[in-house]
C-alpha cells in the first residue's frame, strides 16, 4: 500500500477540515519563530548594551576595589600593560574614576566622574555613538563633559550649559570647577544614566590630582566569538598581582538571564503548541470516527494494524509539513522584517531595564537559525505526539464490528 499517496488523498478529500488545522499549526509556527526571534534579539540587545555599552568584555583593577572604590587604589604602570594587551590580541583602554557634587543653578546631584581616553575607549565600548544630543568627548573641548541621561534631566541641562563638579582630590584638597556639557548620552544603564559624568582622562587627572595610574583597565576581544572564558585566563596571565573579572562576573544577572534563554523560548513554545496538540487530537480523532467503516473496510482486505497507524501518521505528516513551508515563508519574512525595522517601544517602555541594563526602545528580532528551526522542530514533535492516540485507536478497530458501527 502507497502510505504516502493515499495519505494525501485522504487530506484533500477532507480539505475543510484538513485546512483549519493546517493553517493552526502554521499560525502557532510563524508566532513562535517571531517569538524566538524576538527573544534572541533582545538578549543580544542587553549583551549589548552590558558589554560594547559599558563594560567592554573584561575589566582590571586593584584587589577590592570592586568592592571599596577608593581613589588612592590605582593599578601603577597602566600604560606598560595596556601594550601587553594590545600585543596578546585585545584592545584595552584606561579608566579613572571618582565621585563628586555636579550642580547647575540651584539644583545639584550626586556624580560618578569618569576620566577616558577617547580614542581607546571607542576601541572597547560604544558608548561614543549612543550620545543623544550635543557630541562625545574630544581634545578640542577639554573642559568639556558628557552627562548620563537622568543627570542631565536632574541637573536640567542641556549641550551649551555650564556645570560645576566638587570633590575631594588626592591631595585632600577641594577638588572644583566649571565644566561645559557638550553632550547627552541615551539611556544605558541605571548607574549611567543616574551619575555618569564623563570628561577627559587628562582633565580628570588635573582636577582630582591623579598624574599617574588608572582605576579600571576595560578590555574588548576582537573576536567576539572566542571563548571568553580563555580570554579571561589569559588576561589574568598578564595581570598578575590584580583582579580580572570578565562580565558575566561583573553583571550576573545578565549572563544569567542569557543562560536561561532557551529554556525560557522552549517553555513558551511548549505551551503554545499544547493548545496546538488538543486542536490536532481533537481533528484527527474526528477523521478517525468518520472513517471507522473506512478503517474497518481495509483491515478486512488484509490492512495490517501497523499500515494503519503509517496511514494516520502520513496524514498528520503531510499537514504539519504544509504547516510548516508556510510558517517558514510567513515567519521567516516577519522575523526579518522586524530584524531590519524594529518594534517601536518608546511610549510604553522608554526607561525599562533587565539588571540595571537599559533595553533600546526600539525592540528588533535577531533571526537565527536556532531561532527558525526550533519552532519548526517542536511543531513536527508535538503533531506527531498529539497523534498516537487517534493512530492508535485507528488501528484497534475491529473490521465485523466496524460494519455495524453507528
Same mark, same amino acid.
Given at each position: 500500500?502507497?502510505?504516502?499517496? &493515499? @495519505?494525501?488523498?485522504?487530506?484533500?478529500?477532507?480539505?475543510?477540515?484538513?485546512?483549519?488545522?493546517?493553517? @493552526?499549526?502554521? $499560525? @502557532?509556527?510563524?508566532i513562535m519563530m517571531l517569538f524566538a526571534a524576538l527573544i534572541e534579539g533582545m538578549l543580544l540587545a542587553s549583551e549589548r548594551n552590558a558589554v560594547a555599552m559599558n563594560l567592554? %568584555?573584561?575589566?582590571i583593577h586593584v584587589t577590592g576595589y570592586?568592592?571599596?572604590?577608593d581613589l588612592y587604589k590605582l593599578i601603577t604602570d597602566p600604560q606598560s600593560l595596556v601594550t601587553q594587551i594590545q600585543q596578546a590580541g585585545f584592545t584595552a583602554s584606561q579608566r579613572l574614576y571618582g565621585f563628586g557634587l555636579a550642580a547647575s543653578g540651584s539644583t545639584s546631584a550626586g556624580a560618578?566622574?569618569?576620566?577616558?581616553?577617547?580614542?581607546? /575607549?571607542?576601541t572597547v565600548t560604544q558608548i561614543h555613538q549612543h550620545v543623544s544630543q550635543g557630541q562625545w568627548l574630544n581634545t578640542q573641548y577639554p573642559t568639556g563633559v558628557v552627562l548620563g541621561k537622568k543627570l542631565a534631566r536632574t541637573l536640567g541641562v542641556v549641550p551649551g550649559d555650564e556645570v560645576i563638579i566638587v570633590s575631594q582630590a588626592s591631595d585632600g584638597a577641594v577638588a572644583d570647577a566649571l565644566y561645559q556639557v557638550i553632550?547627552? &548620552?541615551? @539611556?544605558?544603564? %541605571?548607574?549611567? %544614566?543616574?551619575?555618569? $559624568?564623563?570628561? +577627559?582622562? %587628562?582633565?580628570f587627572r588635573e582636577l582630582m590630582v591623579i598624574?599617574?595610574?588608572?582605576? /579600571?583597565?576595560?578590555?574588548?576581544r576582537q573576536d567576539r566569538s572566542a571563548d571568553l572564558a580563555l580570554a579571561t585566563e589569559t588576561i589574568k596571565q598578564l595581570a598578575v598581582g590584580y583582579e580580572t573579572r570578565n562580565w558575566r562576573q561583573l553583571q550576573p544577572v545578565i549572563a544569567r538571564i542569557l543562560d536561561l534563554a532557551d529554556s525560557q523560548t522552549i517553555f513558551m513554545i511548549i505551551i503554545t503548541y499544547v493548545a496546538v496538540a488538543m486542536v490536532i487530537l481533537n481533528a484527527m480523532l474526528m477523521s478517525v470516527f468518520e472513517r471507522i467503516h473506512e478503517f474497518g473496510v481495509m483491515k478486512a482486505i488484509g490492512v495490517t494494524p501497523w499500515q494503519i497507524t503509517q496511514l494516520v501518521f502520513a496524514e498528520t505528516l503531510v499537514q504539519v509539513t504544509v504547516a510548516a &513551508? +508556510?510558517?517558514?515563508?510567513?515567519?521567516?519574512w516577519s522575523s526579518y522584517y522586524f530584524q531590519q525595522h524594529g518594534i517601536d517601544l518608546t511610549h510604553l517602555a522608554s526607561a525599562a531595564s533587565i539588571g540595571g541594563i537599559a533595553l533600546d526602545?526600539?525592540?528588533?528580532?535577531?533571526?537565527?537559525?536556532?531561532?527558525?528551526?526550533?519552532?519548526?522542530?517542536? &511543531?513536527?514533535?508535538?503533531?506527531?505526539?498529539?497523534?498516537?492516540?487517534?493512530?492508535i485507536k485507528a488501528a484497534l478497530i475491529q473490521p465485523v464490528k466496524a460494519i455495524y458501527y453507528r
Amino acid at each position: 500500500m502507497k502510505i504516502i499517496p &493515499l @495519505a494525501s488523498r485522504n487530506v484533500v478529500r477532507n480539505w475543510r477540515r484538513s485546512l483549519v488545522t493546517t493553517l @493552526a499549526m502554521a $499560525f @502557532a509556527g510563524v508566532i513562535m519563530m517571531l517569538f524566538a526571534a524576538l527573544i534572541e534579539g533582545m538578549l543580544l540587545a542587553s549583551e549589548r548594551n552590558a558589554v560594547a555599552m559599558n563594560l567592554g %568584555d573584561l575589566q582590571i583593577h586593584v584587589t577590592g576595589y570592586r568592592d571599596d572604590q577608593d581613589l588612592y587604589k590605582l593599578i601603577t604602570d597602566p600604560q606598560s600593560l595596556v601594550t601587553q594587551i594590545q600585543q596578546a590580541g585585545f584592545t584595552a583602554s584606561q579608566r579613572l574614576y571618582g565621585f563628586g557634587l555636579a550642580a547647575s543653578g540651584s539644583t545639584s546631584a550626586g556624580a560618578q566622574m569618569r576620566g577616558i581616553y577617547p580614542e581607546s /575607549e571607542a576601541t572597547v565600548t560604544q558608548i561614543h555613538q549612543h550620545v543623544s544630543q550635543g557630541q562625545w568627548l574630544n581634545t578640542q573641548y577639554p573642559t568639556g563633559v558628557v552627562l548620563g541621561k537622568k543627570l542631565a534631566r536632574t541637573l536640567g541641562v542641556v549641550p551649551g550649559d555650564e556645570v560645576i563638579i566638587v570633590s575631594q582630590a588626592s591631595d585632600g584638597a577641594v577638588a572644583d570647577a566649571l565644566y561645559q556639557v557638550i553632550g547627552v &548620552l541615551k @539611556a544605558v544603564g %541605571d548607574e549611567v %544614566d543616574r551619575a555618569g $559624568f564623563f570628561m +577627559l582622562a %587628562d582633565t580628570f587627572r588635573e582636577l582630582m590630582v591623579i598624574p599617574s595610574g588608572a582605576h /579600571e583597565i576595560a578590555i574588548m576581544r576582537q573576536d567576539r566569538s572566542a571563548d571568553l572564558a580563555l580570554a579571561t585566563e589569559t588576561i589574568k596571565q598578564l595581570a598578575v598581582g590584580y583582579e580580572t573579572r570578565n562580565w558575566r562576573q561583573l553583571q550576573p544577572v545578565i549572563a544569567r538571564i542569557l543562560d536561561l534563554a532557551d529554556s525560557q523560548t522552549i517553555f513558551m513554545i511548549i505551551i503554545t503548541y499544547v493548545a496546538v496538540a488538543m486542536v490536532i487530537l481533537n481533528a484527527m480523532l474526528m477523521s478517525v470516527f468518520e472513517r471507522i467503516h473506512e478503517f474497518g473496510v481495509m483491515k478486512a482486505i488484509g490492512v495490517t494494524p501497523w499500515q494503519i497507524t503509517q496511514l494516520v501518521f502520513a496524514e498528520t505528516l503531510v499537514q504539519v509539513t504544509v504547516a510548516a &513551508l +508556510l510558517a517558514l515563508i510567513i515567519g521567516g519574512w516577519s522575523s526579518y522584517y522586524f530584524q531590519q525595522h524594529g518594534i517601536d517601544l518608546t511610549h510604553l517602555a522608554s526607561a525599562a531595564s533587565i539588571g540595571g541594563i537599559a533595553l533600546d526602545p526600539i525592540w528588533y528580532a535577531h533571526t537565527t537559525f536556532k531561532s527558525v528551526m526550533m519552532p519548526i522542530g517542536f &511543531l513536527f514533535i508535538i503533531a506527531l505526539l498529539s497523534v498516537i492516540y487517534p493512530a492508535i485507536k485507528a488501528a484497534l478497530i475491529q473490521p465485523v464490528k466496524a460494519i455495524y458501527y453507528r
